[in-house]
């Protein structure tokens, strides 16, 4: 499996191209904003000779999905989104307001993550890993033989995603942190949807949300 990380929008989101020697690949969280962050994603794709056959989203929040509506178009490809992050497609043009971005209208999304455990494509299959909190249908898509975790906006280098937007909560992404991700293994390379790459081993030991639990200086479930 072989991955790439393509950075787009005013917000500095990571978009991720992932794909095995068949050529198929699926994008993660397309971000492209522009005809020219357009054209930087179809001349990656095109020069590496890739089919895509799939759109999937870690999450609704529209700086991860701008470029999606792109995808659909190019390619006739499928678009997979929890249910539960619905919401956030209706509300996308607001939320980006806030940030000064315009943001058109988004497409619905045919595949519902809530239901889906795997994600298949050429020869390789991501495990669909239910990481709410950030917002309330947030996922992970996790490889195992790579020891490849992409981890959208619940876990950064050395931080983790906001939890004061509408459907966030702090309890929650420190659940899925805690009991979903870092038991993957020291090991497993992470792909946060913002800022560069990390290991679970490296944010075991110097993320200060993580340490203050292991540390039992904060009570993550109350």
Not at 171 to 179: F, G, K, V
Request: net charge negative; glycine share 10%; aromatic share 10%.
């Amino acid at each position: 499996m072989k991955t790439a990380c393509l950075q787009f929008n005013p917000i500095q989101e990571n978009t991720y191209v992932v794909w095995d020697d068949t050529k198929q690949c699926v994008v993660i969280d397309a971000g492209n904003s522009s005809p020219r962050e357009d054209a930087a994603l179809d001349n990656f794709i095109a020069g590496h000779g890739l089919e895509p056959v799939m759109a999937i989203n870690t999450h609704g929040h529209f700086d991860h999905t701008l470029g999606v509506g792109h995808l659909k178009e190019r390619y006739g490809i499928p678009f997979a989104l929890s249910g539960k992050d619905r919401f956030l497609l209706d509300n996308a043009s607001a939320s980006g307001s806030v940030f000064g971005v315009k943001v058109g209208a988004m497409p619905p999304a045919e595949i519902d993550l809530d239901g889906t455990p795997e994600i298949r494509f050429g020869r390789t299959t991501l495990r669909v890993i239910p990481t709410p909190g950030h917002t309330p249908g947030h996922v992970a898509f996790y490889e195992p033989q790579a020891k490849a975790l992409f981890t959208g906006d619940t876990l950064f280098r050395e931080s983790i995603g906001r939890t004061d937007l509408p459907g966030g909560d702090y309890s929650w992404i420190m659940r899925s942190i805690l009991d979903s991700l870092l038991p993957l293994g020291e090991e497993v390379h992470v792909y946060p949807g913002h800022g560069p790459e990390t290991t679970i081993g490296h944010e075991t030991l110097y993320n200060p949300f993580i340490v203050e639990v292991l540390n039992d200086e904060v009570n993550y479930k109350n």
